[in-house]
């Protein structure tokens, strides 16, 4: 432990404000002119504020209303939960911070100034276990941006992706245990996905990723900023530890945006096919994401589940995130002292 007067941020996605469509508006046009998120200039500039979200933004609405709860926003209720969790194990304050919406990231600086005015470092736990430019670096550089912006004096480190971090798979395995404990087919790691042209942006070979088939297998510096090796990776590992047979599992990629390639096999596909071949009682898991939010609980565990049911299926349940598991508080609490 440093003697360091020290502050940690915790870092998430974000929400809306409600469920209102013009809350949804908002947060949809910070979300996609982002362009880490879209890096066409074209499309940010002239589709998604003219097209896109005026015409997703009423849609989401009505998809956010499934999920939200009298504490609001389930992605930010537990991301808050889970801070309050962390601060019982560290002596260091606690704040959130989202990428989008509220908290927003100067409002968690504050507060942390608030509570030790004479800070001298801020760890930021960007809430990613694996690296891709529209999710951990667009919140690392956004960060890096207030700070310099406001010129706080306080040095400003970040928690790196802990894809294959021992505390988080272990964590990820025993949340997964009793589930896979009961009668299934099969089990579908459900990894959010990404453009296909992301992998070859964030490859610092600009000669490796997506060039073989099997280029995630092969070693290569591409690896520390390779989105799909880093989710194999975990697949793989949670996979080991909980002694799975190859043929119980397989990978997707779900959350597509726009008609460009992302990575594959889709999700929604998969869950209109699977039932075709013979699997009808199916688990799915969602690593990429820590806490249960649109993705997961509407995205997948409401209109996936009516897919896959609808297609032939028989029985389906997707085993929730992270959230404030006791393993995965007790990982983020290492992964903070160092």
Known sequence: MTNLKRGVILMNLGSPDSTEVPDVRKYLN??????????????????????????????????????????????????????????????????????????????????????????????????????????????????????????????????PPFYQNPGYIHAMAENMRPYIQKDYDHLLFSFHGIPERHLIISDPTHSHCLQTADCCSVATVAHATCYRHQCFQTMKLVADELGLEKKKFSFSFQSRLLKDPWLKPYTDYRLQEMPGEGIKKLLVVCPAFVSDCLETLEEIEIRGKESFLASGGSEYEMIPCLNIHQLWVKTLVNLVKG
């Open 30 to 159: 910070e979300f996609l002119t982002d362009r880490r998120v879209i890096d066409s200039w074209l499309v940010r500039n002239l589709l998604v504020r003219t097209v896109i979200v005026p015409k997703r933004a009423p849609e989401s609405a009505k998809a956010y209303h499934t999920i939200w709860s009298k504490n609001g926003s389930p992605l930010v209720h537990t991301t808050m939960e889970l801070a309050q969790k962390l601060q019982e194990h560290l002596p260091d304050p606690v704040s959130v911070a989202m990428r989008y919406g509220n908290p927003d990231l100067e409002s968690a600086f504050e507060a942390l100034l608030k509570k030790v005015p004479e800070i001298q470092e801020v760890i930021a736990v960007p809430l990613y276990p694996h690296y891709a430019m529209s999710s951990y670096e667009t919140a690392v550089e956004h960060a890096k941006e207030i700070h310099r912006k406001k010129k706080y004096k306080f040095k400003l480190e970040f928690i």
